[in-house]
C-alpha cells in the first residue's frame, strides 16, 4: 500500500466492499463486522484534516488521538484548536494520545499514572469542549502495557480486547508490517483495529527520509512566522538572513 491519500481512500473501499462497518471504541460490539480506524496525532497536527476529510466524503468514521504534553504541538493554540475542533465536527472522534514518557518519576506506576491520564483528557475536553473518554498511547512502558490498564470513565485502546478480539495492524514508522489490503480482501477477521498516521500521507508518495526532512526543514518558517506574529518589524531585523524561510520542497 502506498503512503498517499488515494492508496488510503482505496483501502476505505475495500473495506466498504468487504463489508467492514467503521466503528468507535464505545460501540465495536454492534458490530458483527466491522474496523476500527485511528490515528495518532505524533508531530503534526495539520496532517489530520486531509485524512479526516478524505474518510468523511466515504462516510467514515474514525478516532484521532492528540497529545497535550508534545513538544511538536500545542494543541491549546488557536491555530491547532481550530484543526482539532474541525476533526471533531466532522464526526470524528478525538482521544487523548498519551506519552508516559512526560512523567519519568511515575513511569510504570498504573495508579499514578491513571491520574495523569485523567489530568490530560480533562485539559483536552477544555480545547473540544466535549468530553474525551478513549485514550491510546505513545511510547508506553512494558508495565504499563502489560497492565491492562482500566481507566475510570475512558476506554484505553490499549486494553487486551483490542488485540485479543481484533487483528491489529499499523504503518507505525511508515512501514506496514503486514498485509493489510489482503486481510481485508480475504476477510479472515471479523474484528480490524487499524492505526494509520496521517503525518505519512500525502498527495504523492514521499520517503520516511523527505518526509521527516520536510518536516524539519519546514520547522524554521513556521517558527518564524511565531516569531514575526509576536515581535513587531521582524523583518527588519532578519530579512536579510531569511534564506531558511523558503519552503523545503515535496509538501
Ligand atoms: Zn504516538
Given at each position: 500500500m502506498k503512503f498517499t491519500y488515494e492508496s488510503y481512500k482505496n483501502l476505505l473501499n475495500t473495506l466498504k466492499i468487504h463489508g467492514y462497518q467503521s466503528a468507535f471504541y464505545h460501540n465495536w460490539q454492534d458490530f458483527e463486522k466491522c474496523a476500527i480506524l485511528r490515528h495518532d496525532i505524533d508531530y503534526e497536527m495539520e496532517m489530520a484534516p486531509y485524512m479526516a476529510n478524505i474518510e468523511r466524503e466515504k462516510?467514515?468514521?474514525s478516532t484521532y488521538f492528540v497529545m497535550v504534553t508534545s513538544d511538536f504541538y500545542n494543541i491549546f493554540s488557536i491555530k491547532n484548536t481550530q484543526i482539532v475542533k474541525l476533526?471533531?465536527?466532522m464526526g470524528h472522534e478525538i482521544g487523548l494520545h498519551f506519552d508516559e514518557t512526560a512523567y519519568p518519576d511515575?513511569?510504570?506506576n498504573s495508579e499514578e499514572i491513571i491520574k495523569k491520564i485523567n489530568k490530560e483528557a480533562k485539559l483536552l475536553e477544555q480545547v473540544i469542549e466535549a468530553p474525551v473518554t478513549t485514550v491510546s498511547m505513545h511510547k508506553p512502558s512494558l508495565e504499563i502495557l502489560n497492565a491492562n490498564l482500566e481507566?475510570?470513565?475512558?476506554i484505553n485502546s490499549y486494553e487486551k480486547v483490542f488485540f485479543r478480539d481484533f487483528k491489529y495492524v499499523s504503518d507505525s514508522r511508515r512501514n506496514w508490517k503486514e498485509?493489510?489490503?489482503?486481510?481485508?480482501e480475504n476477510e479472515e477477521y471479523s474484528y480490524l483495529h487499524i492505526l494509520t498516521h496521517p503525518f505519512w500521507y500525502h498527495n504523492v508518495e514521499q520517503t520516511l527520509h523527505d518526509t521527516i526532512h520536510r518536516f524539519i526543514s519546514n520547522g524554521n518558517k513556521q517558527r518564524y512566522e511565531t516569531f514575526d506574529f509576536n515581535f513587531s518589524r521582524l523583518d527588519d531585523v532578519m530579512k536579510e538572513n531569511a534564506d531558511y524561510l523558503i519552503d523545503s520542497k515535496g509538501q
Open positions: 462516510g467514515v468514521f476533526v471533531y465536527n511515575i513511569m510504570g481507566i475510570p470513565g475512558m498485509p493489510i489490503e489482503r486481510y481485508i
